[in-house]
């Protein structure tokens, strides 16, 4: 079916047709055309991040000052068990709530597109909306509605026939969070899909309706294929917001601290070190150790796809 | 397929890209323009350098007079805008802008980096008692004994005092305190025929009784995450973990014979239920303190104030009573909370500083100001605390009765403290260590041995050498 | 916009074959969602309107009198915790987040369009390290960023703000993703012999091709500041600068220890008026993210 589909332009044609000719006048652009924001990746990214990592080779005491101490802090956090305790806890959270996302987002932005749903412009802004609010008025919010015995939501749980549900408790504040990041970022990939959708040509829709082709056909035959690389870039950056996780956390620690340790993620872990204790050495070997799982993950994701011939 | 050129090369049926673009790039203008206006000329647009003397930043610089020496200070709690204006009028040679840097460990992180940096340090900054000694350690505050401070010893109660002297050396200059009392729901203890106990056993019989006549009820709160009502507790209890007197050792004892009492005594009231662990300051807490389910909370002086705004039924029959006791007839407290002033390393104007610190946290003016409504601090300064119209002072929340009488004959009552150059370290971890006392996985005795070794071996870690017990 | 706007993206559903109650059921499903949304700001909504203690003692989806709505929202144009006027962080965060979406929307397109239609020596793995600082936790570059800061003179200034928010990996890579589909070689080439500027080909072509991709980079943009609360934390020590995020931390940081004032509601309230600004601006963009690509770029 997709093979009968002509696809518009260099998405699916990869960029191999340099003109010879042309060569030098095609470099050039390029480079300048790159060059202001690089630059202020370089200032803004990159030196702090030398930086800290030139700092997790070091140690500070508050007796005895700085001095350079090689891979000691590395040490230190690989053989932290809350640290890893913080890395298993956020990998089963991509897991989960990274799928959960992506379909939703992609089964709204789908409908949306085709057309099918009253509405849906209001619909788009309301799911646009949970961004705005503020981490400290989530804070306040989600505190209240979760409240065990008293917030609305275990009241719910409640007459549904769970009992007495306590959404700070180890075993559920995890399923908690997922719930809460779902809220909060499913607008944002519907958005972000919903434009790569409207962004294909509509003659190749057309076409397939002429063909008498089935709505599902057209979404999951032609249009996903089409979004693909879109849909591996959201998996991308959600599932490293993911393994990143801290803002909801924090924000459920606000009011419960006791449901939210200290290495709950490998960034609190980050933040508890370098900033809550001020071991800034410490905190920024754990971030190096954490962003080459991160790296190492996705680097390992893109090569089976890569293998597969899908990732451009 | 032929691809039809228009003068912008891109004419799609319908309606010319062109103007699209335009409309789109002046909208976008409109946006920012509007942008612009709304932020209502707050911003100065220009990098503004931290120098002293930067121009309109400060949304305190009010009162100045021309021509007199800036200082930056950094403070965040409610009212001291008013008092630094009150300053400014009294003292024209002297401009203080206050700006409101972050709230505690906000502050203490943006101080700490600013001293790394070596720029934009504050002349002077608003520190918590338990946070001194963490930047005495790194010297990173003015001895005020050269610059005639230590003359308002006479006026500070000697809680607050003892906590900002080291040896001969004075890091600042104290503003308030939050000694601790019984706060206790008159109406509840009547209906239950409770007596108001003055020992800790007396208290724990009193918590039986209230719990057998009404299983929901606890006779009060014990929030083992919150570390600082934790040691205040101990502290009242004569079981303070911390020894420091400057230098690099320091005492560390959390599995002593008076702190092991202590997590048994709190421990049988939490296995018994007949006290509740909800977070201190959380949604759960204020509806225990209203519905009857807490009859009573230890509170800090500055407790009632917040407390007033937040609970509804129950107003009116809340009164303070002395802390129970370990034993009969003593007299001791804890204290949890208060701020001092302290000049910061680096300050090109030390002696107007000092000034100022000396004046804000030790002078009638400051502090009529300061116990007044907006503020609502409670005097670490005698002349005020002592004084029969301070203590005659009624709250709604409080009926008739005086609640500040109670609360300053406990300011005198404080056991002595010693923090030691590690709080913002014990403070991050400590949640972590007693989370399983809320959930009632492990008892506060566990915990206590769990946090001693964790803070002996973050102890030896800096460089410190640790005592225990 | 034009009626023909409104509707261009909708395709009549008996083109597909559906059967009517399927429009239903998938308008259905998106309701039950929208619920799920908006039960929180529902809350937001109704305790907005309530005093501090009524926020802790009455049910939460119920109004309570008194009704307080009036008071609370007064107080954010005021300084009540002494860290500032609501309605001038809000200034700020629209200051912030305006220039710095304009900012990152145009630098995207910019390196988007490099690194999409222009095959320089490196490109591929400089691509490939604008990525990578994904990875990087912001809490980690914190105090090194801020040491950078203290020597180029970015401490307290709203170009330490702005700057800094322009930069996104993301939005590189939307833009190079839509600028690879939507803007046809072919269309370059031409330009290029009737003899364009390089810059005016970006200009006059690229960038009206490449409007809905612009929008989501700018609406993009706009929710990382608005949300950005460890940047403005690190570099301001003014509260006149302070965005949103950071100035109600600090009214909630009042508020806990408990002051005279009745800050929770205010900050409630703080909560539901920093939602209107959003849909106002979504609104406003949604029109631009039609116009697929390619689109009657064809005759016929």
């Known amino acids: ?312 | 397929m032929t691809i039809t050129m228009s003068e912008d090369y891109a004419d799609r049926g319908g309606r010319p890209r062109r103007r699209r673009t335009r409309a789109l790039a002046t909208a976008a203008a409109a946006a920012l323009a509007g942008v612009v206006l709304a932020a209502c000329g707050g911003t100065s647009g220009t990098p503004a350098a931290s120098a002293p003397g930067a121009t309109g930043s400060a949304a305190t610089g009010g009162g100045c007079h021309a021509g007199a020496t800036t200082l930056t200070a950094w403070g965040w709690s409610a009212g001291y805008d008013l008092v630094v204006k009150k300053f400014n009028q009294t003292h024209p040679d002297i401009c203080v802008k206050l700006e409101n840097a972050g709230a505690a460990g906000d502050e203490y992180t943006k101080l700490s980096d600013a001293l790394k940096a070596h720029s934009g340090t504050p002349d002077v900054a608003q520190i918590e008692y338990f946070e001194l000694p963490s930047f005495e350690i790194t010297k990173s505050l003015v001895d005020l004994t050269p610059y005639g401070v230590g003359d308002a010893k006479a006026d500070e109660a000697p809680a607050a005092w003892s906590q900002v002297v080291q040896g001969s050396a004075q890091y600042a200059m104290p503003v308030d305190l939050g000694p601790l009392a019984l706060y206790y729901n008159s109406a509840v203890f009547a209906a239950h025929k409770i007596a108001v106990p003055t020992t800790w056993a007396e208290f724990a019989t009193a918590a039986d009784k209230l719990h057998a006549a009404d299983p929901k009820a606890a006779i009060t709160n014990f929030d083992p995450v919150s570390a600082q009502d934790v040691l205040a507790l101990m502290q009242q209890y004569g079981a303070f973990p911390f020894s420091y007197s400057g230098g690099d050792t320091v005492g560390i004892d959390f599995t002593g014979p008076a702190q092991t009492a202590f997590a048994r005594f709190w421990q049988g009231l939490i296995d018994k239920k007949e006290v509740t662990t909800a977070a201190d300051f959380s949604p759960a807490q204020w509806s225990n303190l209203d519905s009857g389910a807490n009859a009573a909370r230890i509170s800090p002086a500055w407790g009632p104030v917040g407390m007033q705004g937040s609970i509804k039924k129950t107003i009116g029959s809340w009164r303070a009573a002395p802390m129970p006791q370990t034993t009969a007839g003593q007299n001791a407290t804890g204290n949890w909370g208060g701020s001092t002033l302290a000049v910061i390393k680096g300050t090109a104007h030390a002696k107007e500083a000092a000034e100022f610190v000396k004046w804000f946290g030790g002078s009638a003016d400051a502090w009529q100001i300061l116990s007044g409504d907006v503020a609502g601090a409670f005097p670490g300064y005698l002349p005020l605390m002592d004084s029969p119209s301070f203590q005659a002072r009624t709250l709604p929340i409080s009926g008739d009765s005086q609640p500040n009488k109670v609360f300053a004959t406990a300011a005198h009552a404080v056991r002595p403290a010693q923090w030691p150059p590690i709080m913002t370290a014990a403070l991050t971890r400590w949640t972590t260590a007693f989370a399983g006392v809320t959930k009632g996985s492990t008892t506060l005795e566990q915990a206590f041995a769990t946090f001693q070794h964790q803070m002996v071996d973050y102890a030896k870690s800096q460089g410190f050498t640790v005592t225990e017990g | 916009m034009s009626k023909k706007d409104r509707t261009s993206d909708t395709v009549p559903i008996h083109l597909y074959g559906l059967r009517r109650g399927t429009v239903t059921v998938v308008t259905l499903i998106c309701g039950l969602f929208a619920a799920f949304i908006l039960a929180p700001l529902l809350w937001l909504l109704i305790n907005a309107t309530k005093t501090q203690a009524n926020v802790y003692g009455t049910p939460g989806f119920w109004f309570a009198r008194p009704f307080h709505l009036f008071q609370n929202l007064s107080a954010l144009g005021r300084d009540v915790s002494g860290a500032g006027v609501y309605l001038q962080w809000l200034g700020n965060t629209l200051l912030y987040a305006g220039s710095a979406a304009i900012g990152a929307t145009l630098l995207s397109a910019m390196a988007g369009y490099g690194f999409a239609r222009f095959g320089f020596r490196g490109s591929n793995a400089l691509f490939y390290l604008v990525m990578s600082t994904l990875l990087v936790p912001i809490t980690s570059v914190a105090l090194p960023l801020f040491l950078v800061y203290a020597k180029v003179g970015l401490v307290n200034s709203v170009w330490g703000m702005i700057l800094p928010s322009m930069v996104s990996p993301v939005g590189i890579y939307l833009m190079r993703t839509y600028i690879d589909a939507s803007v046809p070689r072919d269309l370059i080439d031409a330009a290029r012999m009737d003899g364009a500027g390089e810059i005016r080909i970006f200009l006059r072509i690229v960038l009206p091709l490449t409007v809905p991709g612009l929008v989501t980079v700018l609406l993009l943009t706009v929710v990382a500041v608005w949300n950005n609360y460890f940047l403005p934390l690190i570099i301001f020590s003014r509260n006149r600068l302070y965005p949103l995020t950071v100035g109600l931390s600090s009214l909630s940081h009042a508020a806990e220890t408990g002051s005279k004032a009745e800050l929770v509601p205010v900050l409630i309230a703080g909560g539901l008026v920093t939602i209107l600004p959003l849909i106002v601006l979504f609104l406003f963009l949604e029109k631009y993210f039609r116009g697929g690509a390619l689109q009657g770029s064809t005759t016929g």
């Open chain 1, 1 to 312: 079916m997709t093979d009968t589909i002509v696809r518009p332009g260099p998405a699916a044609t990869r960029d191999s047709r340099r003109a010879p000719r042309r060569r030098r006048r095609r470099e050039w652009p390029g480079a300048v055309f790159v060059s202001p924001h690089l630059l202020a990746l370089a200032l803004f990214m990159l030196v702090p991040t030398v930086y800290a990592v030139y700092d997790s080779l070091q140690t500070t005491q508050l007796i005895g000052g700085t001095h350079y101490s090689g891979l000691a802090n590395y040490r230190t956090v690989l053989h932290s068990a809350q640290f890893w305790e913080g890395v298993r806890r956020v990998l089963i959270f991509t897991a989960v709530q990274v799928p959960v996302t992506i379909a939703l987002a992609f089964f709204f932005a789908a409908v949306f597109d085709a057309g099918i749903v009253k509405y849906s412009r209001f619909f788009r802004t309301v799911f646009f909306m949970p961004f705005a609010v503020p981490g400290v008025v989530a804070a306040v919010m989600w505190s209240f509605l979760l409240l065990p015995d008293f917030g609305p939501y275990a009241k719910v749980a409640q007459s549904l026939g769970f009992g007495h549900v306590d959404f700070f408790s180890s075993k559920l504040i995890l399923p908690t969070i997922v719930v809460i990041v779902v809220w909060e970022w499913t607008g944002y990939n519907v958005t972000i899909l919903y434009t790569a959708m409207k962004s294909l040509p509509q003659q190749v829709t057309e076409a397939a309706i002429m063909d008498g082709a089935s709505l599902r056909t057209i979404i999951l035959r032609l249009k996903l294929p089409m979004v693909r690389p879109t849909i591996v870039m959201l998996c991308f950056l959600n599932t490293v917001g993911a393994l990143q996780l801290f803002t909801e956390p924090s924000i459920l620690a606000a009011f419960q601290p006791q449901a939210v340790s200290y290495g709950f993620t490998p960034s609190l872990y980050v933040y508890n070190t370098a900033v809550g204790s001020g071991d800034y050495n410490l905190g920024a070997a754990a971030a190096v150790v954490l962003a080459l799982i991160i790296g190492a993950l996705s680097l390992g994701a893109f090569a089976i796809r890569k293998r597969a011939g899908e990732f451009r």
